[in-house]
């Protein structure tokens, strides 16, 4: 069964260091989204892409945060000065459209 | 704007019992999907259901029952005989019908299954 992939499972950064989470959608999906759920709360809406540029995203996609699809097949969330406050659980999801598959998540800490 | 509110936070049960996790949401579309996912102590989010907002039957699959009824604007989830394995933490959510719409989620319940 085809899946999205996700990469690394977990990272462990130092405050103000440059991060890269990876995703691998699924092969024929055309929608892409990030997601984030800190530790004990709700997952939220970061930002969703289609068609090579951003469709939407939320307030707290501010300037540090970006995202690519630099080969056709990744699809990556970049932050660029991590805070404390960015430790979380990442999760890409995919969808055709049609219904939306999860990526098992990526763990960020940051200390 | 949408919103999908899990009044109940934390609910713990004995082995076998049964337990019904409750969602309200608010939407001014029409037409819309819901959702339930189970989130594992593993982290992951595992799809149970989807119900578009036209299909107000309720739906079983074995121990799961989902309960949805649009006068009241409520999805509830009811898990017979519980289990251990039942222990997680389980978001409901909302989205629109539009091709790039994004999951709005409730804050979750976590679900404690005693033996």
């Known amino acids: 069964e085809p899946e999205v992939t996700q990469t690394p499972s977990h990272q462990v950064t130092q405050m103000g260091q440059e991060v890269i989470l990876r995703c691998v959608p699924i092969?024929?999906?055309?929608?892409f989204y990030w997601y984030r759920q800190i530790l004990g709360q709700k997952v939220e809406f970061l930002v969703s892409?289609?068609?090579?540029?951003?469709?939407?995203k939320s307030e707290i996609f501010d300037d540090q945060f970006s995202v690519e699809r630099p080969d056709g097949s990744n699809f990556t969330l970049k932050i660029r000065s991590t805070k404390l406050e960015d430790s979380a659980m990442y999760f890409c999801?995919?969808?055709?459209?049609?219904?939306?598959?999860f990526g098992e998540g990526s763990r960020l800490t940051v200390l | 704007a949408q919103k999908v509110t899990q009044a109940q936070t934390e609910i713990s049960v004995v082995e076998k019992e049964d337990v019904t996790l409750d969602c309200v949401y608010e939407t001014r579309d029409t037409t819309y999907y819901l959702f339930w996912y189970k989130q594992p102590p593993s982290g992951e989010l595992v799809f149970l259901i989807r119900?578009?907002?036209?299909?107000?039957q309720n739906e079983i699959s074995g121990r799961y029952s989902w309960n949805f009824q649009k006068s009241t604007s409520s999805f509830n989830f009811t898990i017979t005989a519980s289990q251990v394995v039942d222990s997680a933490v389980y978001f409901c959510a909302l989205r629109t019908t539009g091709a790039n719409s994004k999951l709005t989620f409730g804050k979750g319940i976590t679900l404690s299954v005693r033996p």
């Open positions: 119900r578009n907002s036209f299909d107000e």
């Open positions: 092969s024929n999906h055309l929608y």
């Open positions: 892409f289609y068609n090579n540029e951003i469709s939407e």
């Open positions: 999801a995919s969808k055709e459209p049609g219904e939306l598959f």
